[in-house]
């Protein structure tokens, strides 16, 4: 698999109509924008249009541009390979052989059936074995996983799999809560309903005291 690096640029392209006037704009200060191909700003002129919009009115001249951009920065992940944030472990653990979790990790992915956003929070534990990854890295391989189209089992069992496959632990356990824009936004229309998913490797799965106490950490034992 080839992993390509990404122009993305997110400094300037928020929404709001000073978008363009702010002061690093204006002094030229702001790195390029990145080139969305006239093919795909062609496309999304389409949606609007089917949507039920005029593209060529004055707030959507620069819109086809923009959603091409932050698509590439929804779907930053498909460019990293998020397992080499593992490559880096500790040994010198003092002894340590507890659980290590990292709980509530905010992140947001989009629906591979709608393109609708996903927002919610994950925790993710691991029982070492001899070995640690510094704390960050375990959000890093979630969000490598998100910033692409999921669903969030897939997402659940990608992040935990990685985890066990590059870390070797005793167990893994990844829990994730999150609410879906294609339900609550559309559909059946259920804002504040939240999907819960859980993935269990190793001890976790195996032993029933293991994922006890780990679901327990997590505040949800
Ligand atoms: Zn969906």
Known sequence: MNYVALDVDAMNDDCGAADDFSPSAAQ??????????QDVQDAIRTL??????????EGLIDTPARVGRAWREYCAGYAEDPAIH??????????????VLLRGIPFQSHCEHHLAPITGTASIAYLPR?????????????????????IQERLTSEVAQCI??????????????AQHGC???RGVMTPGVTMV???MLGCFLDDPGSRKEVLALMGLG
């Open 28 to 37: 030229n200060q702001a790195p390029a924008k990145a080139h969305v191909p």
């Open 86 to 99: 593992l490559r880096r472990t500790f040994s010198e653990v003092a002894g340590y052989d507890e659980v």
């Open 197 to 199: 998913t859980s993935r």
């Open 164 to 177: 066990w496959d590059h870390l070797q632990p005793q167990g893994v356990a990844v829990v994730i809560e």
């Open 130 to 150: 001899n070995r640690v990854v510094g704390i960050s890295k375990l959000a890093r391989v979630l969000q490598g996983f998100a910033r692409r189209l999921q």
């Open 48 to 57: 609007l249009r089917w949507a039920g919009e005029n593209p060529a009115r």
């Open 183 to 185: 339900m609550t936004g």
